[in-house]
């Protein structure tokens, strides 16, 4: 009796295997632009490979970090601008090595998505090889899979792995010397970064504003172009101001949970930090507030509001980190002191300007 089944393939079941080896294609260019002492740019291979001697450490201490991008990616996707999205991935990560005084060494991505489309997904990974040339690491891999679905066709996520090192004895933060009167400094940050999108959208969304729009904060960009952009990089400048003596006893990087939760991670138990809110605000997070009516301490504790990462140097030093990070091309704001700690990790004073 004859068979008359038609024989599936993978394809039909929504995989395409050719898609995914053209996007291969497309972005070993991007891989190759990322090669570093220890690392040679291809990829290929079941796993990547990297030499720390060739990296030129003599004791290291490992620092792993991963973390994704949020629901930023969803205005990448409603917009069609993908050729940022992946600098905010590698962002996300690297600031985090960076904060405990390791050098960021190699990334890994994972990107997937409900339907491959290989010129997308090139300029994702475009992006991914940008953030790391910012930040000095390789892109040593990754892994494209394409799940449908799982994911809606059109819809995609990301995940960033990141390895950094440091020589044993320079770790951040340096907990045994704090003392009240230490100085507080601050980045300041390219935008919202990459947290908080979930109430970003919402405010978009009540707004009545596309994305098209004029930003009304930045009328010569488009709203959705103005919250795209990519998540500041601070790690050449801080690991150029940490091998320059600056002094730096800790570094907060400001991610999902604002000034509140992560100045405190970094802080000891008898210690907290007072802030002084009088530091300029970027106009993205005064159209937030006022669009969404949020309250100053839910901004504080979601938002950036204009400083990405926290500096923490004695007095006596305060200026000269300052001047150092300030050559290097960072924007730096004084942000208050360390005191002792009678409640609270973190204690505000003034209220957020808004412009």
């Not at 930090?273 to 504080?300: C, K, N, R, Y």
Request: glycine residues 14%; hydrophobic residues 45%; proline residues 6%.
């Amino acid at each position: 009796m004859a068979d008359n089944h038609k024989s599936m393939t993978y394809r039909d079941a929504g995989v395409d295997i050719d898609a995914g080896n053209d996007m291969v294609r497309r972005i070993k260019p991007h891989v190759r632009a990322t090669a570093r002492p220890g690392a040679d740019g291809e990829i290929g291979g079941f796993g990547g490979l990297f030499d720390l001697r060739a990296a030129g450490f003599f004791d290291p201490i490992l620092v792993a970090a991963n973390d994704g991008v949020g629901t930023k990616v969803k205005i990448a996707i409603e917009t069609g601008r993908h050729e940022t999205i992946g600098i905010d991935l590698v962002a996300m990560c690297v600031n985090d090595l960076v904060v405990q005084g390791a050098e960021p060494l190699l990334f890994l991505d994972y990107y997937a998505t409900g339907h491959l489309d290989p010129a997308e997904g090139a300029a994702v990974v475009k992006g991914i090889a940008e953030g790391c040339r910012i930040a000095g690491c390789a892109l040593l891999g990754g892994e494209t899979a394409e799940m449908p679905g799982l994911y809606a066709k059109g819809d995609y996520d990301l995940a960033g792995f990141a390895v950094g090192a440091a020589e044993r004895g320079t770790l951040l933060p340096k907990t045994d010397e704090f003392a009240p009167g230490d100085v507080v400094l601050g980045l300041a940050s390219s935008g919202v970064h990459s947290n908080g999108y979930s109430l970003v959208r919402r405010i978009v969304e009540a707004s009545g504003l596309s994305y098209d729009a004029p930003a009304p904060f930045e009328a010569e960009r488009s709203l959705g172009e103005a919250l795209l952009a990519p998540t500041r990089i601070y790690v050449k400048p801080l690991l150029s101001a940490l091998r320059g003596g600056a002094g730096i006893k800790a570094l907060a990087h400001i991610t999902g949970g604002g000034f509140v939760e992560n100045i405190p991670r970094v802080l000891p138990d008898h210690l907290a930090a007072a802030i002084d809110l009088a530091f300029p605000v970027p106009p993205v997070f005064s159209w937030l507030q006022s669009a969404g009516g949020i309250a100053e301490a839910e901004m504080l504790r979601t938002f950036n509001c204009g400083i990405g990462m926290v500096v923490v140097v004695s007095e006596k030093e305060a200026a000269g980190a300052a001047a150092m990070l300030e050559a290097a091309g960072e924007t730096v704001v004084p942000l208050g002191r360390l005191e002792p700690r009678s409640g609270p990790g973190v204690t505000f004073r003034g209220g957020l300007s808004r412009r």
